[in-house]
């Protein structure tokens, strides 16, 4: 295995360590929450004067991702298809939303989910206009 192949195995886990970290780890548990309405985020930043708050969280959960859909191509070529990526972020994302709401360690909702699998595959994006 060559040192840029290892080099990129030690990137992805320490940036799976930190999204984890993030959303998990570092965080109380507490008591059971979730938001299903679809694009409540968005309303709210429409909406309200809370316009800073509204663009981090949905900024931040559209970051948090981007990666993994830069890293994972990288790393192995069966993820070079945007379709696999978009079900890897979905997959991971669900992961981190079920975990939270079942530990109460975060709001369970449907928008990070969504803002995160648009981050994934904004990161294959630009990953597929960088390699080419």
């Not at 790393?75 to 669900?94: D, E, N, P, V």
Request: proline fraction near 2%; charged fraction near 20%.
């Amino acid at each position: 295995m060559s040192k840029r192949r290892k080099l990129l195995i030690a990137v992805f886990w320490i940036y799976i360590f930190i999204v984890l970290w993030l959303t998990l780890i570092d965080r109380q548990w507490g008591e059971r929450r979730a938001m299903f309405t679809p694009f409540w985020e968005l309303r709210e930043l429409i909406t309200t004067n809370r316009k800073l708050y509204w663009t981090q969280q949905i900024g931040c959960n559209i970051l948090m991702l981007m990666p993994m859909g830069v890293l994972l191509p990288c790393l192995h070529q069966k993820f070079r298809k945007i379709g696999i990526i978009f079900l890897t972020a979905l997959a991971f994302s669900i992961f981190i939303e079920t975990t939270q709401y079942f530990t109460g360690r975060g709001l369970c909702e449907f928008d990070d989910v969504f803002h995160n699998t648009l981050g994934a595959c904004i990161g294959f994006i630009i990953w597929k206009k960088l390699s080419h």
